[in-house]
């Protein structure tokens, strides 16, 4: 059986992870609308994987004995001024997570939840990469700057993105 403080922890953390996914499919949406489809690709792409992240969360609840209670999403925002500040947004998204990850990790040591820590360790290592591939792209757009036609050139490069469950990529660690 969980305990108590890490079922209500895992719950906040679903809730943060769906509201990610939210947040990724309002940057996908804005992408769309400036007709960068490739960008909207990859951000429809992370949606996906963040509502996999949110039920490996809500499979390990319910695998635990304990209990899911859902709570309400808040509404992202939907409106950025350019393909940097929304990776920006995403960069500095991520280290939040990370952050969030971390005191789940503390809460499990701190109360001895082998399991649980155990269990975190894909998401540690997940959140490494989730914010690597974020800091690439940040990176390549301050190179472009306002060149236009490189722009297009990393918008085609964002169409290649493809979701992978994490299923099929658990056994050798973060997908
Ligand atoms: Fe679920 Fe992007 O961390």
Redo the contacts with the bound molecule.
């Keep these: 059986m969980i305990d108590q403080r890490m079922q209500e922890a895992i719950n906040k953390q679903i809730n943060a992870?769906i509201y990610?996914a939210y947040l990724y499919l309002s940057m996908s949406a804005h992408f769309q609308s400036v007709n960068l489809a490739g960008f909207a690709n990859w951000m429809r792409v992370q949606w996906q994987?963040?509502l996999a992240?949110a039920l490996k969360f809500y499979d390990y609840v319910n695998e635990c004995g304990g209990r899911v209670v859902l709570q309400p999403i808040e509404a992202p925002p939907s409106q950025w001024d350019s393909p940097l500040a929304v990776f920006g947004d995403v960069y500095r998204h991520?280290q939040k997570?990370t952050g969030m990850i971390n005191k789940l990790v503390d809460l499990a040591v701190e109360t001895r939840d082998h399991a649980t820590t155990n269990f975190l360790q894909w998401f540690v290592a997940?959140?490494v990469e989730?914010e690597a591939s974020a800091d690439e792209v940040v990176r390549k757009l301050k190179l472009v700057d306002a060149d236009s036609s490189a722009l297009f050139m990393i918008d085609r490069e964002l169409a290649q993105r493809v979701f992978v469950p994490p299923a099929a990529t658990a056994e050798g660690g973060a997908g």
Excluded: D
């Design positions: 992870e990610s994987e963040e992240h991520e997570v997940e959140q989730e």
